[in-house]
C-alpha cells in the first residue's frame, strides 16, 4: 500500500517561510521522481518541485525558481520543500507524490498540506 505522511503546511505572512516534509512508502518503482504539486482553488495543478531519484537531479517550477528548494534524504523515501520568500499567489494545497523522473505524471500521491500567504 502506497502511504504518504505530509506535514509543514500553515497559516504565514507574506515574505515569510515554511517548510514541508512528506514520508512516502509502498510505491513499486525502482527510478522514480518525487515531489511537490499544489492546487488552489479555482484552478489546474502545478507541478512545483521534483528531485529524481537516480542522481538527485531537481526541477522547479518557474513562479518558484530562487524561492523554494527541494531536497531528500539519501534513500529519496523523505522529501522537502523549503519555501522562502512566500507570496499569496503561493497559497494552495500542497501534495507529495511519486511519478516519473522528472515528475511530469505522478502516479500515487498524498492528501495534501494548506499553506496559506497572507498579504
Known amino acids: 500500500e502506497v502511504q504518504f505522511v505530509e506535514s509543514g503546511g500553515g497559516l504565514v505572512q507574506a515574505g515569510g517561510s515554511l517548510r514541508l516534509s512528506c514520508v512516502a512508502s509502498g510505491f513499486p518503482f525502482v527510478a522514480y521522481g518525487i515531489g511537490w504539486y499544489r492546487q488552489a482553488p479555482g484552478k489546474e495543478p502545478e507541478g512545483v518541485a521534483c528531485i529524481s531519484s537516480s542522481d538527485g537531479s531537481t526541477y522547479y517550477a518557474d513562479s518558484v525558481k530562487g524561492r523554494f528548494t527541494i531536497s531528500a534524504n539519501n534513500d529519496k523515501d523523505t522529501v522537502y520543500l523549503q519555501m522562502n520568500n512566500l507570496k499569496p499567489e503561493d497559497t494552495a494545497v500542497y501534495s507529495c507524490?511519486?511519478?516519473?523522473?522528472?515528475?511530469?505524471?505522478?502516479?500515487?500521491w498524498g492528501q495534501g498540506t494548506q499553506v496559506t500567504v497572507s498579504s
Open positions: 507524490g511519486v511519478g516519473d523522473r522528472q515528475c511530469l505524471q505522478y502516479h500515487y
